[in-house]
């Protein structure tokens, strides 16, 4: 509710004035007669609008600019068009009517100069909403040019940081792609901490994330799957199983993907094997559908009681354990060429010259010298 100089005015939702037909707009009583309102003074003064709890009219264009407060410098209201209600319907028309000296009054040019003023002029709150709208769809842009770097450098396996995080390949990339996008330097130098390693390990882990999904989706389709699991060492030295999942495509192909690493504290048969039910589980694929199990031939992966592969037999037995086929093929290799000595010889001899010329330089040239005799 606004106070306009003692005029209380509710609060005035209407976009358009309402007009209805006359005959649910009460008559004004007299003496002898009744007076009816016209339906056509709704055409002769298209600003009428009649309140039907007030059963009145009031002029639509003077009470919106009042609820809108902007009729704080006028001084001469009139009440009965703006809050009360007019209801004489004898005086309202004729040489002096209320209508037509209404609609000349200072009052109801006013409001409508100033309701015109308010529809063409744009408020501040518009204004701040189209500024921060134009903002957030630059920092979408740079954010997605931010994502398709990182993409980029993770697709082809570069480094990101280097020694200098100032001089990495992700920032450089940045600053190269920024040539192209204007709005992207100027970004870059007040948005700094989106190229902070941790944000870059962020977008890392979201592509790893989306990956992963898109996998286990196509795992899901096709019903049925099996687990290879293997032990390797990282760079720090550090234990980790990798775990694929093998399954069939629509077409009928044999599929094998990598899900992940993961470091164990211990690599015992009951270890491994809760780690694979426990990824089982966060990938949401019943150990029900699996049917079965590759491992290497270590007594903990393939022990015939207290191994990985019978324990999880123990929980679904038709996941049947055969012996992988890469590592057979390795123990086979290398039990063939120390059974004969001039294989065995031949290989150590290779092994030990490619050591002694990659630890000297002048070696190193020479070899490169009668390698190039040869091609010759």
């Not at 037909?21 to 004004?28: A, E, H, K, R, T």
């Not at 920032?171 to 390693?197: C, G, N, V």
């Not at 992963?212 to 990282?234: C, E, M, P, W, Y």
């Not at 029900?288 to 199990?293: C, S, T």
């Amino acid at each position: 509710m606004s106070v306009c100089y003692g005029v209380q005015v509710d609060k005035f939702d209407f976009e358009v004035p309402y007009q209805p037909d006359v005959s649910v707009i009460p008559p004004q009583h007299l003496r002898h007669r009744k007076v009816y309102f016209q339906q056509h003074w709704f055409q002769k003064y298209p600003w009428l609008h009649y309140d039907a709890s007030k059963k009145a009219v009031l002029c639509f264009t003077c009470a919106r600019a009042s609820a809108h407060d902007l009729l704080k410098n006028v001084t001469c209201l009139e009440p009965n068009f703006i809050q009360s209600g007019y209801t004489n319907w004898k005086k309202a028309t004729g040489s002096k009517g209320r209508f037509a000296n209404h609609q000349s009054s200072n009052c109801h040019v006013f409001a409508s100069k100033s309701l015109h003023h308010l529809q063409q002029s744009t408020p501040v709150v518009t204004l701040l909403s189209q500024q921060l709208s134009a903002e957030q769809h630059v920092a979408q842009k740079c954010l997605r040019v931010l994502f398709t770097t990182a993409g980029y450098l993770a697709r082809q396996g570069l480094a990101f940081r280097g020694h200098d995080e100032q001089e990495g390949n992700f920032l450089q990339m940045l600053k190269l792609r920024s040539a192209d996008i204007p709005e992207m330097e100027r970004w870059l130098k007040h948005r700094f901490p989106y190229t902070h390693h941790s944000i870059q390990d962020e977008m890392l882990q979201l592509y790893g994330n989306a990956i992963l999904r898109s996998i286990l989706n196509r795992v899901h389709k096709s019903q049925t799957f099996a687990v290879i699991v293997d032990g390797t060492q990282g760079i720090t030295r550090t234990k980790q199983e990798s775990i694929c999942i093998r399954y069939v495509s629509d077409d009928l192909q044999p599929i094998e993907d990598f899900v992940g690493f993961y470091a164990l504290d211990e690599t015992t048969g009951s270890m491994l094997a809760t780690c694979i039910k426990d990824c089982l589980m966060r990938f949401q694929l019943p150990i029900e559908k699996l049917r079965g199990q590759t491992y290497d031939g270590a007594s903990n992966m393939s022990g015939k009681y207290n191994g990985c592969q019978a324990i999880i037999r123990r929980d679904q037995p038709l996941a049947a354990y055969v012996h992988c086929s890469a590592h057979c093929a390795n123990l086979i290799a290398a039990a063939v060429c120390s059974s004969s000595p001039i294989v065995r010889d031949s290989i150590q001899l290779v092994n030990e010259l490619g050591v002694l010329f990659n630890a000297s330089g002048k070696l190193k040239a020479l070899f490169s010298k009668i390698r190039g005799s040869f091609h010759k």
